[in-house]
T-cell receptor
């Protein structure tokens, strides 16, 4: 039972355009959400997070939006750069420790 | 800081053999996590420790898998006997729990191939 779902396994975006990665969750107890970025042959690295008391968090080119009623979050990257090409995982937690990850979306930013 | 260290980076073994994966968390972190990454299921949490004590091992697939954390700077994940379906990338991560924030720092992973 996948409690965190990333329904798009891959996404291709042109350099300079906006990349939008989506994530849905089913567990209403989740109250903290994170995005991780993963390059090949490396471990995931933390990118940005949002608490359930907010609906938006911005950090430079990266913005995460949370829609609690729809149990949906999204990551916007503007403008997209070739170095953003990676696999992006969303993760959720309802406890202090345990993260539940989605299956990932592979983003390719083309020139 | 060197970050989370995992060894070996690659492991190729034959079915039935014992496999031991090793992890050194970031110094000062109080939680350690073992994950397995596969194409079908993404990143699955296998087990995590808090202050060296196993807290939740519900993700451990079966009795062939075991994990230990004898001290704050070392953990092992053992598979005995290994099977081809265990082939995956295994990640170790550590974090310092501070309220609701739960940023986990991942190691580079161990790519396990069981023939």
């Amino acid at each position: 039972d996948q409690q965190v779902k990333q329904n798009s396994p891959s996404l291709s975006v042109q350099e300079g355009r906006i990349s939008i990665l989506n994530c849905d969750y089913t567990n209403s107890m989740f109250d903290y959400f994170l995005w991780y970025k993963k390059y090949p042959a490396e471990g995931p690295t933390f990118l940005i997070s949002i608490s359930s008391i907010k609906d938006k968090n911005e950090d430079g080119r990266f913005t995460v939006f949370l829609n609690k009623s729809a149990k949906h979050l999204s990551l916007h990257i503007v403008p997209s750069q070739p170095g953003d090409s990676a696999v992006y995982f969303c993760a959720s937690t309802g406890t202090a420790s345990k993260l539940t990850f989605g299956t990932g979306t592979r983003l390719q930013v083309t020139l | 800081d060197a970050g989370v260290i995992q060894s070996p980076r690659h492991e190729v073994t034959e079915m039935g053999q014992e496999v031991t994966l090793r992890c050194k968390p970031i110094s000062g972190h109080n939680s350690l996590f073992w994950y397995r990454q596969t194409m079908m299921r993404g990143l699955e949490l296998l087990i995590y420790f808090n202050n060296n004590v196993p807290i939740d091992d519900s993700g451990m697939p079966e009795d062939r898998f075991s994990a230990k954390m004898p001290n704050a700077s070392f953990s092992t994940l053992k598979i005995q006997p290994s099977e081809p379906r265990d082939s995956a990338v295994y990640f170790c991560a550590s974090s310092l729990l501070q309220g609701a924030r739960n940023e986990q720092f991942f190691g580079p992973g161990t790519r396990l191939t069981v023939l």
